[in-house]
């Protein structure tokens, strides 16, 4: 029991002094201006909140939200086929790639998938 608890106590000093050497030795000592300052999708962090940037970036993010979480949301219809009627699985899945198919048309007629403006 005595030689448990010893050894448990060396263990955890062990690990403690390497954790603070290794802490020491990875510090960095060269700070740079750029490396720490936030990065800004491309933006310059220093200037003005308030300058205008194109929209577009916007709208393809949230397109690409919207149809990716559509997509995560078909992808249990194949398990769930096993356990439904046949006829109210094919009537719910046609429906919502009806709605995909009209959403991605809308978007296309819109002009919103045409980055060359």
Not at 64 to 78: A, H, K, N, S
Not at 88 to 107: A, N, Q, R, V
Request: aromatic share 14%.
């Amino acid at each position: 029991m005595l030689f448990t608890t010893t050894m448990s106590t060396i263990l955890i000093m062990l690990t403690s002094i390497l954790m603070m050497l290794s802490m020491i030795l990875s510090k960095k000592t060269i700070l740079d201006r750029e490396k720490s300052s936030p990065f800004e999708c491309g933006f310059d962090p220093f200037s003005s909140a308030r300058s205008p940037f194109s929209l577009r970036f916007f709208l393809i993010a949230v397109i690409f939200l919207i149809f990716d979480v559509e997509i995560v949301l078909l992808l249990p219809v194949i398990i769930i086929f096993k356990f439904s009627n046949l006829l109210s699985w094919t009537l719910t899945l046609t429906f919502f790639i009806l709605i995909l198919i009209i959403g991605i048309y809308h978007e296309w007629t819109q002009g919103a998938l045409n980055w060359a403006k």
